[in-house]
Nanobody, 122 residues
Framework: VQLQASGGGVVQAGGSLRLSCAAS????????MGWFRQAPGKEREFVAA????????LTAESVKGRFTASIDSVKRTVSLQMTNLEAEDTAVYYC????????????????WGQGTLVTVSS
């Protein structure tokens, strides 16, 4: 499975941005698709995860109400809609996928994309 993330860029504080991640290869094995981020000098942290099934999506408290993850099961694409962006949201955003529900547990994700940089200017 390969994951290709896109949509990063520079945005002003208070603005919006939409990230996308396309899965290719043996995508029939995928169940959870999610997003993590890593800011400069900080550890990687969970952002959001979704399955496209009846399992509720999970969103980190730090972005709840501002970020929404959604999945297109047909296209095998996961998106992250980010609104009301803050300088603290500046990071490299990684999409990840796995064959079971992993939520915020990073080791549970078997596949990772290359990351896309989001820079929020204040």
């Amino acid at each position: 499975v390969q994951l290709q993330a896109s949509g990063g860029g520079v945005v002003q504080a208070g603005g919006s941005l939409r990230l996308s991640c396309a899965a290719s290869g043996r995508t029939s094995d995928l169940y959870t698709m999610g997003w993590f981020r890593q800011a400069p000098g900080k550890e990687r942290e969970f952002v959001a995860a979704t399955t496209g099934s009846s399992v509720p999506s999970l969103t980190a408290e730090s972005v709840k109400g501002r970020f929404t993850a959604s999945i297109d099961s047909v296209k095998r694409t996961v998106s992250l809609q980010m609104t009301n962006l803050e300088a603290e949201d500046t990071a490299v955003y990684y999409c990840a996928a796995g064959p079971r529900w992993s939520g915020s547990y990073a080791p549970g994700y078997e596949y990772w994309g290359q990351g896309t940089l989001v820079t929020v200017s204040s």
